[in-house]
């Protein structure tokens, strides 16, 4: 069974404070892992995907990395307008379809 | 462009009722996927409907349901409610969602649900 865990559950930071959320999973062959962001009440945005292990990909302040059992979105000189919960996402090789198997997600508070 | 888009925005329902929620995949977009998230928790994997055919189906009841229209549009119904039926809903499109592509699943606002 595929499994992803997220850590830390929530952080706070102070503005400018750069830190990394990490993402563990477990799958029999991957697809796809996924990066999204989600606003309170509102539906996940996407953000990053990365396919094989020491791909990266930035966007502004956030780098995501994948090895072969984690990756990680570094937030770089954070500011409050980064303060959201992060989701993280694999698919399997093996799935007939696209299902996403998420982990709870890092609620990222970051303070002026 | 608009984005995915579901309806209604919040829902509120009594235990045993009946409750269908609709979504509109991004103009395009032939795949629909299903997803419930619980406050505090990840999404959780419903269904995913490609070409109005089931491609998928999480651990979820009998008491939901799915189907995909010609449009491509879809509807989730969920019967005879219950108490931890409450979160939300969310609804994702893609474009192709075959096993070999390579392709983002993006998400509309959701539906929030709450049983009482």
């Known amino acids: 069974e595929d499994q992803v865990t997220q850590s830390p559950e929530a952080l706070r930071l102070q503005e400018g404070e750069s830190s990394s959320l990490n993402c563990s999973y477990t799958v029999s062959g991957l697809r796809g892992l996924f990066w999204y962001r989600q606003d309170p009440g509102k539906g996940p945005e996407f953000l990053f995907t990365?396919?094989?292990a020491g791909e990266e990909k930035e966007k502004e302040r956030l780098k995501a990395t994948l090895t072969k059992k984690e990756s990680f979105l570094h937030i770089t000189a954070p500011k409050p307008e980064d303060s959201a919960t992060y989701l993280c996402?694999?698919?399997?090789?093996?799935?007939?379809?696209?299902?996403?198997?998420f982990g709870g997600g890092t609620r990222l508070m970051v303070k002026p | 462009d608009a984005g995915v888009t579901q309806s209604p925005t919040h829902l509120i329902k009594t235990r045993g009722q009946q409750v269908t929620l609709r979504c509109s995949p991004i103009?395009?977009?032939?795949?629909v996927s299903w997803y419930q998230q619980v406050l505090g928790q990840g999404p959780q994997f419903i269904f995913q409907y490609y070409e109005k055919e089931e491609r998928g189906r999480g651990n979820f009841p009998d008491r939901f349901s799915a189907r995909q229209f010609p449009n491509y549009s879809s509807e989730l119904n969920v019967n005879a409610l219950l108490l931890g039926d409450s979160a939300l809903y969310l609804c994702?499109?893609?474009?192709?969602?075959?096993?070999?592509?390579?392709?983002?699943?993006?998400f509309g606002p959701g539906t929030r649900l709450l049983v009482l």
């Open positions: 994702a499109s893609s474009l192709d969602g075959t096993p070999i592509a390579k392709e983002t699943q993006y």
């Open positions: 990365l396919y094989s």
């Open positions: 996402a694999v698919q399997a090789l093996y799935n007939a379809g696209n299902m996403l198997t």
């Open positions: 103009s395009g977009h032939k795949s």
